[in-house]
Each structure stands twice: as C-alpha cells, then as structure tokens.
C-alpha cells in the first residue's frame, strides 16, 4: 500500500515539472519577430570554442566586428559576445561564462559601457542573460544587474515573469517550443547589408556636469583586466567609429590614462575613420550608430592588422579551424546575398533577416 502511494506521489511530482517545464518553454519570448538579439548570447554555446579572440560589448561589437572578416584576411578564429546595451557587469560576466569552455589569446572589451553606472532597463537584462546557461556565474550576473523590483527567482525561473504572454503567443512560440529558430548570427555576428547614410554633421556632445565614471564601471574593468590576466588573455580596449552614443574627449581621456597605467592597447577608432576607409555616407544603416556589412568588414580588416601584431595566430591550414570556418563563411555568404536579394525586392530591410 505505502509503494502504491509513494508511486503515485512520484508520478503526480514527474507530470508536474514535465507541465512546468512544457509551459516555461511555450511562454518565453522566442525573439523572432522582435528584439531578435535576444537569441545572441544562447547561440555561443553552439560555437566550436576555438577562438583565440573573444569580443565582449554591445552593439558596437556585435554589429561592427565581422569574424569572418578576420578568418578570410588573417586566419584570426573570433567570436563575439555581444548582446544589446551590454553594461560593463554584463561584459564581466559573459567572459567568465566563456571561460568556463575556452581560453582565448585576446579579449577586446568595447568601452561605451563605462557611462553607465547603474543598471538601465529589465529588457535588455533579458536580452543578456536569459539565454545563458544556469551556473553559479549567472547568478552572480543576476545579482549584478537586476533593478530593485526585480527577483533572482524570475530568472532562474523565467515562467514567473512571462506567465502572462498568453495573449502574445504566435506560431513560432510553438514551433521553436523545444527546439531554437535558425541562428540568427555568424560568430556572434549581425549583418545588416542596407545602407541609410549620415546626410547631417556627427552630432555634438552636450556639456556634462561631471565626465567622471561610476565607481562600479572602474571596479569591474579592473575585475575583466584582473579575470583576463589570471587566465593568460591579452586584454585589449576599444570603441567603435560610431557617431551615436557620443563619446567625449574628457570619457576618452580616462580610457587612455588607465591603458597607459597597465599596459594595454586601447584604440578609439573614432580617430581613425579616414584611415580605415569609413564613409558614413556608405558604410552605415541608420545614420552613423552601426555600421552596415560594408562598414564591418572596414573595420575589421583595420584591427586585424592590430590583433595579428598583439599576437593572435593565424590558423588558416589547420584541419579543424578550416572546417569550422568553411561553414561559418559560407552561412555568411548566404545571408548577404539573401538579405541583398530581400532590398532589391522591398526596397528595406527589418531586423536581421537569416534564411530558413
């Protein structure tokens, strides 16, 4: 009798966490046809983990640095790890993510993010940490960047905070149920191929009462020096030749003083554009804030030549780089000409268009 119950106890607590489990995969977003790069940060664990440079950042990462670029021109195997207005905690954490699986050469952190010295928004929170995988680093990236209504709990478990998407539901909430949309990025990786130039002069900064940055934004950029010189990494600092967000003289300043004090290589490639080959008139589809394929592919070829003198290895020739990157250059060629195709047809392109 007690065998009987323990039985059925057992079976009524299996139906329930496979329900919960059911209904926590219908209810989350699926980011298909909105905030797409919301899929970013699950799609580096589908990765080869062969990077010898590893991007972390925001946008200004993700959709200005072409890894396949770097394949193609120098043999470098990179990755980006970029997920929307990624603050500097958010940063820390994805490369503590990273290097629980590999161990790059070089990290090179984006540095927009030291303006913000507090947590901004519960979206873009999602957008970077709901598709990492559960470990003691996500929580701590939790912790770290949750505002004051949210709950650790609602992370963990994301059904408590999308339990009411009922009305929201569409087709792919139920055909991507147990399974992930088609990957969305090429290393991390978002091309845009369009083009909407800058007609109007770069837009100026307006003065600030205080340029200092927040106490927390120094603390952790020590942390991610600190983090990359335990495990072997060459820390590099960046900021991407874009014209929106502003980035000021007296914010730069602060940048050069700390690379100069440990020894890294900071480049601001706002100083470089002309350099690069730049033309914000081309290179750009909306105005200056990211730069389209063309732009990225600039960009890249120009810090290349950087990251192969800081010494990261060409692994062109090598059986297993090559067969990962064949495959990754050939998807990349396939959502260019795809979204090429798209613009010639429509006149426009939303989002980031990816074949099925």
Known sequence: MRSKVILRVLICVTVFVLLFICLQRLLMPKYTREAEEGRLTAEYYGSDKNHDVLFIGDCEVYENISPVALWREYGISSYVRGSPQQLIWHSYYMLEDALRYETPEIVVFNVLSMKYGEPQNEAYNRLALDGMRLSSTKINAIKASMKSEE??????FPILRFHSRWNELNSDDFKYMFCSPPQLSVAGYLMRVDCRPLTTDPPVGHQL?????ADICWEYLEKIRTLCEENGAKLVLMK???VAPYWYAEWDA???????KHGLAYYNFLNSVAEIGIDYTADTYDEGQHLNVWGAEKLSSYFGKELVSLGAPDRRGKADYEQSWAKLCERYDRIKQYQTDILEQTGTITG?????
């Open 352 to 356: 980031f268009p990816v074949p099925d």
């Open 240 to 242: 991407a030749p874009t």
């Open 209 to 213: 009462m205080d340029y200092s940055f």
């Open 254 to 260: 602060q940048i050069i003083e700390y690379a100069q």
């Open 151 to 156: 709950s650790l709990m609602s992370y963990i």
